[in-house]
C-alpha cells in the first residue's frame, strides 16, 4: 500500500502546527517519554539532546538547536527552531515512536499469549 505525497505532506504539516496527542499516556508517563526520546537520539543518531524542564532540545553535530520538543499536558509539540535539518530530527522522533509502539504491541501480545495457556491448564475443569 502506497501513501500519496499530500497526504505525507498534511500530516507533517499538522504534526508541526498542531503537535502529537500522545492517547493513554498521562502527564507522568509522558516526561519519561521524552527521556527515553532524549537517549534514544543520544544513543542511535548524530544529532544530540538535551532533556530540561519538561521538553528536549535537539541539536545538530555542530551544537546547534535544530527542534524542541515540549510538553503541553499530555500533547508534544515539535518545534523547529531553524529552516534547514529540522525534518531529519522529526523523522528520528517519529522512528522512536514506531520502535516504541513495535515493542509494546509485542509485550501486548506475549501477556495475551501468556494468559491463554495459563487457561489452558484449567480446560479440563
Not at 499538522?14 to 509522558?30: R, T, W
Not at 503541553?72 to 516504541?100: N, Q, S
Request: charged share 30%.
Amino acid at each position: 500500500m502506497t501513501v500519496k505525497r499530500a497526504e505525507v505532506i498534511k500530516v507533517i504539516g499538522n504534526l508541526i502546527k498542531y503537535g502529537i496527542n500522545m492517547d493513554n499516556y498521562n502527564v507522568y508517563q509522558c516526561n519519561l517519554f521524552l527521556k527515553e526520546l532524549c537517549n534514544f537520539i543520544n544513543e542511535t543518531t548524530t544529532f544530540s539532546a538535551i532533556y530540561s524542564d519538561n521538553k528536549v532540545t535537539i541539536e545538530s553535530v555542530f551544537f546547534d538547536p535544530i527542534v524542541i520538543i515540549e510538553l503541553d499536558k499530555t500533547t508534544i509539540h515539535c518545534i523547529p527552531v531553524t529552516d534547514e535539518g529540522w525534518i531529519d530530527a522529526v523523522f528520528e522522533i517519529i522512528k522512536f515512536m514506531h520502535i516504541r509502539e513495535g515493542e509494546r504491541r509485542e509485550k501486548a501480545i506475549k501477556k495475551k499469549k501468556r494468559e491463554q495457556e495459563d487457561n489452558k491448564e484449567f480446560d479440563w475443569i
